[in-house]
Nanobody, 132 residues
């Protein structure tokens, strides 16, 4: 079993930046175990479906972004710390949502999953609010 805990959300003005973190843990979880999961970030705004934001492969060598955030957001990971990050720059009011991190055992070392169904574990989410 894997537990994911997000942090770093908050209220920011349009044009500002936030850095989200997601720490993974578990009873028998290790850095080696974490490095065998692709990781992703999703978000869900009120009244909308949960949507893909970004994903990163096992080693971090491959990343993939939704078109709406490409060039503004950067996903990264530190396998020694069992943590994945989402650096969000040039934030817009439409980025307001609850942000979730997720872990996927699907595929191999270069996979960057996009579909929600590909993810096995989810965090509880952190609220990001961007004011205009």
């Amino acid at each position: 079993q894997v537990q994911l805990v997000e942090s770093g959300g908050g209220l920011v003005q349009a044009g500002g930046s936030l850095r989200l973190s997601c720490a993974a843990s578990g009873r028998t979880f290790s850095s080696y175990t974490f490095s065998r999961y692709a990781m992703g970030w999703f978000r869900q705004a009120p009244g909308k479906e949960r949507e893909f934001v970004a994903s990163i492969s096992w080693s971090g060598g491959s990343t993939y972004y939704a078109a709406s955030v490409k060039g503004r957001f950067t996903i990264s990971r530190d396998n020694a710390k069992n943590t994945v990050y989402l650096q969000m720059n040039s934030l817009k009011p439409e980025d307001t949502a609850v942000y979730y991190c997720a872990a996927s055992r699907t595929g191999g070392p270069s996979v960057t999953p996009v579909r929600r169904e590909a993810y096995d574990y989810w965090g509880q989410g952190t609220q990001v609010t961007v004011s205009s």
